[in-house]
């Protein structure tokens, strides 16, 4: 069986952004159990920045040995979504967002597949790792969303599935 959680490219949850009151501790608690049901040897995907993220996510907790392929996906939606978000309020930004989350819990790798690239761009999305997990996810199942917001105007999910 393999095991493949998608946990998203925010900054906050680096130690070095750390501060004495946490802007994302719902976000951060569910990146920590999804981290700790892949197990001790995830491989992280996504790009250089997402793999930074994703070894310091994996750095803590209280994994066990599964014994499973495992895979720690690093992506996001747009960062468009209010007039206060890093890219600014684009209207295009909910329906992409929309469009990406249904391919996402609908387990579609042909959909995550075909995701317009330049759109995702445009909107500030993160989906170097959302490209390489439509491989993966062929014939897996959703274990669950631990997570579905878009606090400071970015979209990000966690979300677990299995093969």
């Known amino acids: 069986m393999t095991r493949i959680a998608l946990v998203p490219g925010c900054l906050a949850l680096l130690p070095e ?4 009151i946490d802007p994302v501790s719902e976000l951060r608690e569910a990146v920590r159990t999804a981290a700790d049901w892949l197990g001790t040897d995830a491989t992280v995907v996504g790009g250089p920045q997402a793999r930074r993220l994703g070894a310091s996510v994996l750095a803590g907790g209280a994994r066990a040995t599964t014994g499973e392929r495992s895979y720690l996906v690093v992506g996001n939606g747009s960062a468009c979504r209010t ?3 890093p890219g600014y309020l684009d209207p295009r930004a909910e329906g992409f967002d929309k469009l990406l989350g249904a ?9 995550l597949a075909s995701l317009d690239q330049s759109l995702a761009r445009e909107l500030w999305a993160d989906t170097a790792g959302l490209s390489e997990l ?14 579905d917001g878009a606090p400071y105007g970015v979209q990000y999910w966690v979300m677990r599935w299995e093969r």
Not at 103 to 111: E, S, V
Not at 134 to 147: C, F, P, T
């Open 17 to 20: 952004y750390a501060s004495v």
């Open 83 to 85: 007039e206060k978000a």
């Open 103 to 111: 391919a996402l819990a609908g387990t579609d790798a042909a959909a």
């Open 134 to 147: 439509s491989g993966l996810l062929d014939g897996a199942r959703l274990v669950g969303i631990d997570y």
